[in-house]
């Protein structure tokens, strides 16, 4: 006799599983946001460099991760680092490592726009203030920059989690792993038990990133005034 596809959500701990998927979901990507927030502000600062051969080089870098997949950079980290140079390292590392190369060439772009976008007398008033560049850039340029900074990169959180779902591919138990495991396992008593499952994942990421772009719109019309 076959159940009612929503029991499968009840049965055992399935959806203490779904939710514990989520947190590991939402771990990789906070994780990676930080991460590309910290290197990124300090690409970024690079990126106005006057000097060509370092423009060039950080312009190459953020176009090289643009145009790679994220799933063929957590191939080439995860599979490739193993087998060549004998490196064991977790699926959920090598996803926060290609996430944060991801991210922090998009901050690092953000941060780039935002510094140039900034008037040039104020560049001019600390240095005519005697401040150094590192004086100048922490007590002028970044306080600013990060207002016009964190809504973008609040969005590139919801854009993290979004993208968190290919770790499934190199082993990560996220909640996506979880409701296919789930639904395997339920696959003859339950043949509906996809509809719920994956509804229920899709209910869940919505929950969680709404609120994150609904508070990444506020921040920037909030500001903008």
Same mark, same amino acid.
């Given at each position: 006799m076959q159940d009612s596809g929503i029991q499968v959500l009840f049965q055992g701990n399935n959806l203490l599983r779904i939710l514990q998927g989520l947190s590991v979901t939402i771990g990789i990507s906070i994780l990676s946001v930080l991460l590309s927030m910290?290197?990124?502000?300090?690409?970024?600062?690079?990126?106005t460099s006057h000097s060509r051969i370092v423009r060039f080089l950080t312009r190459l870098? @953020?176009?090289?991760?643009? =145009? &790679? !997949? *994220?799933?063929?950079?957590?191939?080439?980290?995860y599979f490739g680092l193993a087998r060549n140079f004998n490196i064991n390292i977790s699926g959920e590392t090598s996803a926060i490592i290609v996430f944060t190369l991801w991210?922090?060439?998009?901050?690092?772009?953000?941060?780039?726009g935002a510094i140039t976008s900034l008037p040039k007398h104020q560049f001019e008033s600390g240095q005519a203030l005697g401040l150094t560049?590192?004086? @100048?850039?922490?007590?002028? =340029? &970044? !306080? *600013?920059?990060?207002?016009?900074?964190?809504p973008q990169a609040i969005?590139?959180?919801?854009?993290?989690?979004?993208?968190?779902?290919?770790?499934?591919?190199?082993?990560?138990?996220?909640?996506t792993k979880v409701g296919q495991?789930?639904?395997?396992?339920?696959?003859?008593?339950?043949?509906?038990?996809?509809?719920?499952i994956y509804g229920t994942i899709l209910v869940l990421y919505f929950a969680v990133c709404f609120p994150i772009s609904k508070l990444s719109t506020h921040l920037e019309k909030h500001w903008r005034n």
């Open positions: 910290m290197f990124g502000t300090v690409m970024g600062i690079i990126m870098y @953020l176009e090289f991760i643009r =145009i &790679i !997949p *994220q799933l063929v950079l957590l191939f080439i980290v991210g922090t060439a998009e901050m690092g772009d953000l941060v780039r560049n590192v004086q @100048l850039y922490y007590h002028i =340029i &970044i !306080p *600013q920059v990060f207002r016009r900074l964190l969005n590139l959180v919801t854009r993290m989690i979004k993208t968190t779902s290919l770790v499934v591919l190199i082993g990560v138990v996220e909640v495991q789930i639904i395997d396992s339920n696959r003859l008593t339950i043949p509906t038990a996809s509809f719920w």
